[in-house]
């Protein structure tokens, strides 16, 4: 009752056991089980068996909660240190780790109230703090990570890295290196915690990429666009040193290239295109090149070839027909008209021998290229039996970008084969140039945001009317 929870025993009987070296976990499912956790924590109670009505969600909120806690917790057990090295590494030197555990209870407490959960969650989580006599240091870390628990997934998913500003407006909002490696920690656990499909290696990449971006920024490192290119460019030479390619070499090829290019690539893909093209930069064939990826799961794609009408819906087109998901795409032109671009794919875990893959994606593309048959209909791909039983109303927004350069593509739906390729199409209909496209699948949920420019984006009359078409061939 009230009473025991006001208790100055009991409350420092609670925070003594999340400070425990074994044992949290358990204690907390027992707990939980026997309703005593919904019973100490009235907040708690009211999310007990309650069903999150999402695709990418499968537990109920009290089960994913302490899901949450129990992936903090195994940072910490040198038997898991394997797992995610980075994160045990981190968490060994965060002060009073045991504070994400409390970041983890209060994350999603208050799912299912209507409104922001983050910020009612960060008001039961100041409560908490504050009636159990944390430092105002820790309580206002808590507050910040309940309320900006879905901040860094959606930045490393949605938003493009190779941006300075980008990177630069987060460290604004995460301030300290302290709040950044507990942020980084609670939403590797938190992604982890929603379903066995939700992670893959690539989500984990680009989780990775922000943190050291922005840890940086935050110890005093800059990212002036000029310094950021010329240290990607020295590692990259430095790296083709390596296959004995002189720096002459390297400027004949470069010279095609300008900025946006430099700062949408890092130092490996430089150095890997560079090595793979350099000989070939007047190609009159398509080169089709891949790779294990870098990121440790699926494969990395180069396609280039004389820019064309299309290409991005043809490339679609051909990954989607052989069941490979696109989870990344840099799209770029070169200075002499060729298209350069570079693809994340997943799905391999079916292909017995990925060298054949390799060697099969590299000849059939580069054919399905050159031969630019025409581009056939998209086929309404198998929707799963979750995606019928919780539809996703389409949603497609189209935005200019602050600099008024180039226009943000937002599109969510259900995820089905065919999806892209769909997309694709319609873009293509309207004279729609794509520079970069970022595919966020979280379970059965498409949320893909995509970098565009093109005439007709300067009316907003067509706006509205591709954003219609691009609504009907979603819900195709």
């Not at 500003?165 to 915690?193: K, M, P, Q």
Request: hydrophobic share 40%; net charge neutral.
């Amino acid at each position: 009752d009230a009473a025991f929870r006001r208790d100055p025993r009991n409350r420092a009987t609670f925070l003594s056991l999340l400070q425990q070296p074994r044992g949290i976990v358990h204690e907390f499912r027992r707990m939980n089980q026997y309703g005593i956790l919904g019973r100490y924590l009235p907040a708690f109670r009211r999310i007990v068996g309650q069903m999150q009505h999402d695709l990418f969600h499968v537990y109920t909120v009290d089960q994913h909660i302490l899901t949450v806690v129990r992936n903090v917790r195994r940072f910490t057990m040198v038997e898991f240190a394997h797992e995610y090295p980075l994160c045990s590494r981190l968490i060994a030197s965060l002060e009073r780790h045991w504070l994400l555990y409390i970041a983890a209870i209060f994350h999603d407490i208050a799912k299912g109230r209507g409104g922001d959960h983050s910020q009612l969650g960060r008001l039961e989580a100041q409560r908490f703090c504050r009636e159990h006599g944390l430092a105002a240091e820790d309580t206002q870390l808590v507050e910040f990570l309940v309320e900006h628990h879905l901040t860094m997934s959606s930045v490393a998913q949605k938003q493009d890295l190779s941006d300075p500003e980008i990177v630069r407006r987060f460290a604004d909002v995460v301030g300290t290196e302290r709040r950044l490696v507990a942020l980084y920690l609670l939403t590797v656990a938190d992604i982890r915690g929603t379903s066995p499909k939700v992670w893959n290696a690539w989500k984990g990449k680009l989780l990775e990429d922000l943190f050291r971006a922005t840890q940086h920024l935050l110890k005093g490192g800059k990212l002036e666009a000029d310094q950021y290119i010329q240290s990607k460019q020295d590692e990259a030479k430095r790296l083709l040193g390596l296959y004995g390619l002189s720096d002459t070499v390297q400027d004949a090829l470069w010279r095609h290239f300008d900025v946006p290019y430099f700062l949408r690539h890092d130092a490996q893909e430089i150095a890997w295109h560079t090595r793979l093209l350099h000989h070939r930069e007047s190609a009159d064939r398509p080169v089709v090149k891949a790779r294990l990826s870098p990121a440790g799961e699926g494969l990395q794609v180069m396609i280039y070839v004389t820019d064309q009408r299309d290409l991005f819906a043809r490339i679609s087109g051909y990954f989607g027909s052989v069941g490979f998901s696109i989870v990344d795409a840099k799209i770029y032109t070169t200075r002499h008209g060729y298209a350069l671009d570079t693809f994340q794919v997943m799905d391999i875990g079916s292909v017995p021998h990925p060298r054949d893959m390799i060697a099969q994606i590299e000849s059939e593309l580069a054919d399905w290229l050159a031969n630019q048959v025409p581009l056939p209909q998209p086929v309404q791909g198998r929707v799963s039996r979750r995606v019928k039983h919780f539809p996703i109303a389409p949603e497609v927004r189209i935005v200019p970008d602050e600099k008024g350069q180039y226009h943000s593509l937002s599109v969510t739906a259900g995820d089905r084969p065919g999806l892209l390729y769909a997309i694709a199409l319609v873009l293509s209909r309207y004279g729609v140039n794509l520079h970069t496209a970022k595919i966020a699948t979280l379970g059965e949920r498409a949320e893909d945001v995509f970098v565009v420019s093109g005439a007709a984006l300067a009316n907003s009359k067509t706006v509205l009317q591709l954003e219609t078409d691009l609504l009907q061939a979603l819900q195709a």
